[in-house]
């Protein structure tokens, strides 16, 4: 089986990852030892692209970062690349009372994940389309999770989903399964070339 850090202290992001790169025989090893460091951008890439290079550095394996976002239509797509922090400083009911008044509750969550080896930088990106709702609901899942249901959920937050349910339709997970597809057939061919160099 193929092992591969990934960089993180969040034990239910580790926990959706895992389970989809799994099913390409890939396993996660879960890593906070060099902490991401982190620029000010507008763009998800960016943050995570340096993210993995200045990680790389400090532990010289292979690795995976990931940076996440929550995009509001009514309110110019903010928190964005700032939802972490709103998170923290707002939480939920902080980011509710921004919506008050608006009719318009369509967001998104995005995710760019980044690979990088030392000499291929690899990026992933996905979004989920869905709306907020008016309350919380749903005690799974982490962050702004039970305020946002997903297109095609019939309301249904993401807090109140299984963990495979969360994955059929996350933002994360489609990102980890675009990004195992490649890396799968990446090693694939790598050793095929070792079996039959030219």
């Given at each position: 089986?193929?092992?591969?850090?990934?960089?993180t202290?969040?034990?239910?992001?580790?926990?959706?990852?895992?389970?989809?790169?799994?099913?390409?025989?890939?396993?996660?090893?879960?890593?906070?030892?060099?902490?991401?460091?982190?620029?000010?951008?507008n763009?998800?890439?960016?943050?995570?692209?340096?993210?993995?290079?200045?990680?790389?550095?400090?532990?010289?394996?292979?690795?995976?970062?990931?940076?996440?976002?929550?995009?509001?239509?009514?309110?110019?797509?903010?928190?964005?690349?700032?939802?972490?922090?709103?998170?923290?400083?707002?939480?939920?009911?902080?980011?509710?009372?921004?919506?008050?008044?608006?009719?318009?509750?369509?967001?998104?969550?995005?995710?760019?994940?980044?690979?990088?080896?030392?000499?291929?930088?690899?990026?992933?990106?996905?979004?989920?389309?869905?709306?907020?709702?008016?309350?919380?609901?749903?005690?799974?899942?982490?962050?702004?999770?039970?305020?946002?249901?997903?297109?095609?959920?019939?309301?249904?937050?993401?807090?109140?989903?299984?963990?495979?349910?969360?994955?059929?339709r996350?933002?994360?997970?489609?990102?980890?399964?675009?990004?195992?597809a490649?890396?799968?057939?990446?090693?694939?061919?790598?050793?095929?070339?070792?079996?039959?160099?030219?």
């Amino acid at each position: 089986m193929l092992e591969l850090t990934f960089l993180t202290n969040n034990h239910h992001k580790f926990q959706e990852a895992q389970q989809i790169v799994g099913e390409y025989g890939i396993k996660l090893i879960s890593s906070n030892r060099a902490s991401k460091l982190e620029i000010q951008s507008n763009s998800l890439v960016k943050i995570a692209s340096f993210g993995a290079k200045v990680a790389y550095q400090r532990i010289k394996r292979p690795l995976l970062v990931d940076d996440s976002g929550l995009f509001i239509r009514a309110i110019n797509g903010f928190p964005g690349v700032y939802s972490s922090y709103v998170f923290r400083t707002l939480g939920l009911h902080g980011v509710l009372r921004l919506m008050e008044g608006f009719q318009d509750r369509r967001a998104y969550f995005q995710t760019a994940l980044s690979y990088y080896d030392g000499l291929v930088l690899k990026n992933f990106v996905a979004k989920t389309f869905g709306t907020l709702l008016t309350k919380p609901n749903g005690k799974e899942g982490f962050g702004f999770d039970p305020i946002f249901s997903p297109k095609g959920s019939h309301g249904k937050s993401f807090a109140e989903m299984t963990l495979v349910e969360k994955n059929l339709r996350s933002h994360r997970a489609k990102a980890f399964r675009m990004f195992a597809a490649w890396y799968s057939k990446r090693n694939q061919r790598l050793l095929a070339d070792k079996r039959y160099p030219c």
